[in-house]
């Protein structure tokens, strides 16, 4: 399974850009790369998933290097309710949607 | 509320006694999942339904865990003889059953056993 590395914990000002690095240099070509969040004490949430291509949605975009090596969680303008828990999951093939998270980074959105 | 839905929300119990936790999953979706999540780590995968058929079964779900899934709907999680070390939180997702359909989270169910 394609392993994906993470920074532990970072910090993002209210209002501005949050960028979520991740790492993911064993990724093969038909694995994606799916974005989950867990606020505290509540169940994880399905943020975006993408392949090759740049994706956005109505909560964040998604940026995966032309190697597909890594890739950037972007949520456009932090809020403090984006405090959370997120994870960078690579999805193995024939998986049947089975998720395996990783330590994931705490995203703590400061006012 | 159409998302997944857990029962109980918490649930303590004596070391030994026997739990059942329920999952209500999006009521279009194929897929059925149960996790485990303890303190400070992400969720770990134990089950896999499809349908009414469990296709998929990780090392961590000892013979004390069973999961069923009778009529391809609702999902019970039953944990005999529970242990201290069976303190975590359930989750239950569910996804439609296509390649790279995502999965939605229930908001699970928290047990302490004492």
């Known amino acids: 399974d394609a392993k994906t590395t993470q920074p532990t914990s970072m910090d993002c000002a209210e209002g501005r850009a949050a960028n979520l690095p991740c790492n993911h240099s064993?990724?093969?070509?038909?694995?994606?790369v799916y974005w989950y969040r867990q606020i505290h004490s509540q169940g994880p949430q399905y943020i975006i998933h993408g392949l090759k291509n740049n994706e956005t949605n109505e909560m964040a975009s998604l940026i995966i290097t032309e190697d597909r090596k890594s890739s950037t969680l972007i949520l456009p303008h932090a809020t403090l309710r984006d405090t959370a828990v997120y994870y960078c999951i690579v999805r193995p093939p024939l998986a049947r949607g089975k998720l395996i998270f990783g330590q994931g980074t705490t995203l703590q959105v400061k006012p | 509320d159409t998302g997944v839905s857990q029962n109980p929300r918490h649930k303590i119990t004596k070391r030994g006694q026997n739990v059942t936790f329920r999952c209500d999953p999006i009521s279009e979706h194929n897929r059925l999942y149960w996790y485990r999540q303890t303190l400070g780590q992400g969720p770990e995968f134990l089950t896999y339904f499809q349908n009414e058929a469990q296709l998929e079964k990780s090392r961590l779900l000892s013979d004390r865990f069973s999961a069923e899934r009778p009529k391809g709907s609702f999902s019970t999680l039953e944990i005999q003889r529970t242990e201290q070390g069976d303190s975590a939180m359930y989750l239950c997702?569910?996804?439609?059953?296509?390649?790279?359909?995502?999965?939605?989270f229930g908001q699970g169910t928290r047990l302490t056993v004492v």
């Open positions: 997702a569910s996804s439609y059953d296509r390649g790279n359909a995502e999965a939605f």
């Open positions: 064993t990724i093969s070509g038909n694995e994606y």
